[in-house]
């Protein structure tokens, strides 16, 4: 979810020290990342593979990527410090899945990746090779049905108010320098390893270097360590990927502002890295605005001119400061819960038809102002807990939530 707006003082304090320290320098000294592993990281036997050469913004355009959908809730799910694919009750993936989002009318999709539980320790931090493999498998899943991929790093960085879930802690990072060493050789190693693997793959493959990284107070929005630490991760994200060689060396990377705040990338302060291949960066922030119906499924009703128009002044700005200069902007994740009052059918129905109205609406603004929207699906329908679930994961097919098809389609065709 998106995080809540900052105090306008901690905003002028981060521009202040980002544009003066947000990115690693020539002065900074990075010696404590110097090292050779003991032996050559793995590289999968994937053919190489000729790529577009374009910018990402042509890419998007003449690929005709309008559409994306998020694989939520299964490699990125984890249990008590390892991530397992079927931890948070999705099945397996499996072709019939890709192939359904593919028929759905999506042209790309995300796959949240959770990669604690699944490396060893220093010096190397070395993946293990069977979860890589995994890893690859469901890629060419996705490309052998026509997709467009991302893969990122997901809940490595989950934070609550009382402690760090994931080993990838902002909030540990900015408070003192050996912490900061620690924490970001770590994430180089792992982004070393991960983009060696997949060096060969095309540029229909994708790279997320963070996903939602904050310290746990969705309110308070960080201070002003965490943004300096936050920039250098991002620069330090796409230098490595860039020094591992073969595609990489010209890959899409998606970079991203603190907790994928629109607001935050949209602040002065907010600084792309810098990257030896012109045009090869997208911009991405996250939305379920508003919260109390995106999210809580407190508030039932939704559609008012004011509704709409909320939504059409958030993503405007993003169109001038980045769509315009021809930067690729994705909405990462989107969605609203599916309500249910089986005591109150009028409830129900008015928060049923809420939600499509909802949709069509976020993923048309989005499309008007040249921002490619990403569905949250986590594979649920039922339950207690947030219900973003429109496909079957076994077959792919709109699951039984008589809503889901019709849902899909208003998404579809409101960016066509």
Known sequence: MTAKKNSLFVILIFILF???????????????????????????????????????????????????????????????????????????????????????????????????????????????PSHLERVGEVIEMAHNAGLKVVINMHHDSSTTNTGDIGWLSIRQAARNQEQFNRITSQYVRLWEQIAIYFKNYGDWLIFEGLNELHDGNWGGGGDVGQYIVLAKWSQLFVDIVRQTGG?????????????????????????MPNDISEGKLIVSFHSYDPYAFGIEGSRSAWGTAAD?????????????????????????????????????????????????????????????????????????????????????????????????????????????
Request: proline residues 6%.
């Open 18 to 128: 980002v544009s003066c320290a947000g990115r690693p320098s020539e002065q900074e000294d990075l010696s404590f990342l110097d090292y050779t592993p003991t032996s050559p990281y793995l590289e999968s036997d994937y053919p190489l593979e000729p790529v577009s050469g374009k910018t990402a913004f042509n890419y998007f355009a003449d690929e005709e990527i309008a559409a994306g959908w998020n694989l939520g809730n299964t490699l990125d799910a984890h249990n008590n410090g390892i991530s397992g694919e079927t931890f948070w009750g999705n099945p397996r993936i499996n072709q019939e899945l890709m192939d359904g989002v593919k028929a759905a009318g999506f042209d790309i999709i995300r796959i949240p990746i959770t990669w604690m539980g699944h490396f060893g320790t220093v010096p190397d931090f070395r993946i293990d």
């Open 247 to 271: 595609n990489n060396t010209d890959r899409f990377l998606v970079v991203t502002s603190y907790c994928n705040d629109r607001r935050q990338l949209l602040s002065s302060g907010y600084m």
């Open 308 to 416: 709409k128009q909320q939504v059409e002044n958030d993503f405007a700005p993003l169109k001038g400061r980045f769509t315009d200069k021809e930067i690729q902007v994705i909405l990462g994740e989107c969605g609203a819960v599916l309500q249910l009052y089986p005591d109150n059918p009028d409830k129900e129905t008015e928060a049923r038809n809420s939600r499509r109205e909802y949709m069509q609406h976020i993923f048309g603004t989005a499309k008007e102002n040249g921002i490619v929207p990403f569905y949250w699906d986590n594979g649920s329908i039922s339950g207690g807990g947030e219900k973003f679930g429109l496909l079957n994961r076994t077959n792919g097919q709109p699951n039984s939530n008589p809503d889901s098809e019709a849902l899909i389609k208003l998404m579809i065709n409101a960016v066509r």
